[in-house]
């Protein structure tokens, strides 16, 4: 079945770096768009970066462009979130789907907390 193992979060002071990974199961993950979301406290989710399946494009939130980045390992089904220069309304869970969540299945997401 569809499946996505969220990791790499924690609790950083603000202007550190975190790398988050997302290893996705069950599907084509190499033919897929891959999408990173966020959802913070009360708040709704939201879709942060996107990355299509040959790499070929790139879409982030044009707010994060300067500290987010995106990639992906297609021999590894893992897509990655780089996130520079944390600040505190970073803070939220992290998750990883496909392009617009088609499967309707999501992980158990990756908690970043910004703080000092």
């Known amino acids: 079945q569809v499946q996505f193992v969220e990791s790499g979060g924690g609790l950083v002071q603000p202007g550190g770096s975190l790398r988050l990974s997302c290893v996705a199961s069950?599907?084509?993950?190499?033919?897929?768009?891959m999408t990173w979301y966020r959802q913070a406290p009360g708040k709704e989710r939201e879709a942060v970066a996107e990355?299509?399946?040959?790499?070929?494009?790139?879409s982030i939130e044009e707010t994060l462009m300067d500290r987010f980045s995106i990639s992906r390992d297609n021999n590894k089904n893992t897509v990655y979130l780089q996130i520079n220069n944390l600040k505190p309304e970073d803070t939220a869970v992290y998750y990883c789907?496909?392009?617009?969540?088609?499967?309707?299945?999501w992980g158990q997401g990756t908690q970043v907390t910004v703080s000092s």
């Open positions: 789907n496909t392009h617009a969540a088609s499967f309707g299945v």
């Open positions: 069950g599907f084509a993950f190499s033919r897929s768009t």
């Open positions: 990355i299509s399946a040959g790499d070929r494009i790139v």
